[in-house]
């Protein structure tokens, strides 16, 4: 628990029980991303007290102290991950809703590329590809 109230404390974020159980929640589960309601059934499961109006502040919280990245596929769905610094992009499933996370060297260049003959250099850039199982 030390290292979530130091997470916490770098965020600029007073340690209070919910936020250090929820930045458990998400650091433990295998689950990597997960929607408020994920995190609160998994609360539940465990025995955790934590009201899911709390569960959707502290996460609104956590993304805007950079601890957490949210997404938003299919149908406006939020997710949340663990923000680690290292940048991927994700491939959503339309059968499963499985998130698959993947790096590709060749299309963060040729990202790079257009950016620059359209005279822009590249920031930040979210990709998500949906895909279907082949066949």
């Known amino acids: 628990m030390a290292e979530e109230n130091q997470e ?8 209070t029980l919910p936020r250090v159980k929820i930045l458990q929640m998400l650091e433990s589960s295998e689950e990597r991303h997960m929607s ?19 569960v959707y502040r502290v996460l609104t919280q956590f993304e805007s102290a950079g601890l957490v990245e949210r997404h938003n ?17 994700h491939m959503v499933c ?8 993947f790096h590709n060297e060749k299309i963060e260049a040729l990202q ?9 250099e ?6 998500v ?7």
């Open 8 to 15: 916490l404390r770098k965020a600029g974020l007073k340690v």
């Open 36 to 54: 408020a309601e994920d995190v609160y059934k998994a609360l539940m499961e465990a025995g955790d007290d934590v009201g899911l109006a709390t």
């Open 73 to 89: 596929f299919d149908g406006g769905h939020s997710v949340f991950e663990i923000a680690r610094g290292e940048h991927h992009d």
């Open 112 to 120: 790079r590329q257009i950016a620059d003959e359209h005279g822009y």
């Open 129 to 135: 590809l949906y895909v279907k199982p082949k066949k």
């Open 122 to 127: 590249l920031v930040d850039h979210s990709l």
């Open 94 to 101: 339309m059968d499963t809703s499985a998130v698959i996370e």
